[in-house]
């Protein structure tokens, strides 16, 4: 089946950084990805859907000048956490489907984030 | 809103055990139902979905039935194996397709030999 990497699989940093979380599709190209935040004993909550080439369209209450999403091809897309804060912990999930919503979406293993 | 919510885990059973995981939702439209797993280390996988009322989605000795009357997606096998011990995801989509995946928070299942 398709198979989704996320780099790094877990980042510790300091407060006021910034991390960048990359998300590829190994063997398909991927003109959607999906990225998801999920806290502790909580569900998967949809932050943002990406296209190549286009800019990505936030969900409600998600900062986009936070989490900056960047797609530039079509088997890569970045999410940088911005002036990182504790509040930002988490586990980061992307998703990759082939062409829009109407395919099954393929999920990457997570990135752990802890903000010092 | 639009949610999914799952029974608290975990769940440990013994192999062979039969293994019932609940989810029901809360929709305002006419969802589409799927369920997913999530081994250790590894990303989530579609398992089953099911589209429309009285569906049945099955995969792997794994189903679920589609009830419109009680807003339930409940995940049953008859006999699991210790392979199966992963998180178990029950979701919802309301856009067609796969778009705009709800999740419930998931169930970790733990098989013991």
């Known amino acids: 089946g398709a198979v989704v990497s996320q780099h790094p699989s877990w980042v510790i940093c300091k407060s006021g950084t910034s991390v960048k979380i990359e998300c590829r599709s190994l063997?398909?190209?991927?003109?959607?990805m999906f990225w998801y935040r999920q806290f502790p004993k909580q569900s998967l909550m949809l932050m943002a859907t990406?296209?190549?080439?286009?800019?990505?369209?936030?969900e409600q209450g998600v900062e986009k000048d936070k989490f900056l999403i960047n797609h530039a091809s079509l088997t890569l897309s970045t999410l940088t956490v911005t002036s990182a804060h504790p509040e930002d912990s988490s586990f980061y999930i992307c998703?990759?489907?082939?062409?829009?919503?109407?395919?099954?979406?393929?999920f990457g293993p997570g990135t752990r984030l802890t903000v010092l | 809103g639009d949610s999914v919510t799952q029974m608290e885990g975990p769940v440990t059973l013994s192999e062979e055990a039969f293994l019932t995981i609940n989810c029901t939702y809360t929709?305002?439209?006419?969802?589409?139902l799927f369920w997913y797993v999530q081994y250790p280390g590894e990303g989530l996988q579609l398992l089953l979905k099911?589209?429309?009322?009285?569906d049945k989605g099955s995969n792997k000795g794994f189903e679920a039935t589609y009830r419109k009357e009680t807003t339930s997606f409940h995940l049953e096998k008859g006999s699991v194996q210790v392979s199966d011990s992963a998180v178990y995801f029950c979701?919802?989509?309301?856009?067609?397709?796969?778009?705009?995946?709800?999740f419930g928070a998931g169930t970790r299942l733990a098989v013991h030999p």
């Open positions: 998703s990759a489907t082939l062409a829009g919503g109407y395919n099954e979406q393929f």
């Open positions: 063997d398909f190209q991927a003109t959607t």
């Open positions: 990406s296209n190549e080439g286009s800019k990505a369209t936030y």
């Open positions: 929709a305002t439209g006419y969802p589409s």
């Open positions: 099911a589209t429309k009322a009285d």
């Open positions: 979701a919802l989509s309301l856009e067609g397709g796969y778009n705009k995946l709800i």
